[in-house]
């Protein structure tokens, strides 16, 4: 574990574990690294190097006030390819991670990056609009600002206890420790980036990321999603994609990495291997 300094002077918090291909791994809103604990010890385990870090304003990163969009964080995620000599990595993102992957990716230096993988990811574009007429309103993610600012410490017990893990559905399986470990990396990360972040995952739009992106490139979605709908992500960034293969999970959450490793963690260990 350890820190890199960005040319801006922002330190970002990293882990780095094991030996063999790297596997890079980008969390969601307003997460961190922790997020990834089970996929880390499982390819650890399975014989690769895993890397996940925080993203500025998030976890154990600097606190920015400054840089909370998809250009700077992509731009960090090459100074940290750079930093630990990153070649022929797989990046792994989930949701606002996802747009970080395919941001990233769409720019990364030849021989950087192997392969990439999106769950429940933000691509192509969330927001509606006439472009994007299957996109949430604004209105949805002026919402979340506003629960931000009102009561930050409750809109982040409020989101895991609900649509993010699906706990919300009848006869779901409410695992406390989740709600409050996600509660834990929410409150780690700074208010204003956080609360910037949610324009950056919300209004980017990746298509022209998607399809520059010459890789072969996994979407896994879970058709019962809450955050991320299904029907204007993933199917279309496949559509977008030059290599995509969509995998969709019948019922699962937008957190399924989570809520059912033991389903994503193989059909992730065969892509790679694939």
């Not at 190097?49 to 969009?69: F, K, L, M």
């Not at 192509?124 to 604004?138: A, C, Q, R, T, W």
Request: charged share 20%; net charge negative; glycine share 10%.
């Amino acid at each position: 574990m350890g820190f890199i300094t960005t040319k801006d002077g922002t330190e970002i918090f990293y882990k780095d574990w094991g030996a063999g291909q790297p596997i890079v791994f980008h969390h969601g809103w307003p997460l961190s690294a922790d997020d990834w604990d089970n996929q880390m010890l499982f390819f650890l385990e399975n014989g690769y190097r895993v890397i996940a870090h925080d993203r500025r304003g998030h976890g154990r990163s600097t606190q920015t006030a400054t840089g909370n969009e998809m250009d700077t964080y992509a731009a960090d995620v090459a100074e940290l390819a750079e930093a630990l000599d990153l070649k022929e990595a797989v990046h792994i993102g989930h949701s606002t991670g996802g747009g970080e992957v395919a941001h990233y990716v769409a720019r990364a230096e030849p021989g950087r990056v192997a392969k990439a993988v999106l769950i429940g990811a933000v691509p192509p574009i969330m927001v509606k609009s006439d472009k994007n007429p299957g996109g949430l309103p604004i209105e949805v993610f002026d919402g979340f600002r506003a629960a931000l600012v009102a009561n930050r410490a409750q809109f982040y017990i409020d989101v895991p206890s609900g649509p993010f893990y699906g706990f919300n559905r009848p006869g779901a399986k409410i695992s406390q420790g989740l709600i409050e470990n996600w509660w834990r990396q929410g409150m780690m990360g700074g208010a204003k980036a956080h609360y910037d972040c949610i324009k950056a995952f919300s209004e980017t739009d990746f298509t022209e990321d998607l399809k520059e992106i010459d890789v072969t490139v996994l979407v896994m979605h879970g058709d019962d999603d809450q955050v991320v709908p299904y029907a204007d992500s993933a199917p279309l960034s496949v559509k977008l994609l030059k290599r995509g293969t969509l995998k969709t999970y019948e019922g699962l959450p937008h957190g399924l990495c989570a809520t059912h490793p033991e389903i994503v963690n193989p059909d992730l260990l065969a892509f790679i291997k694939g």
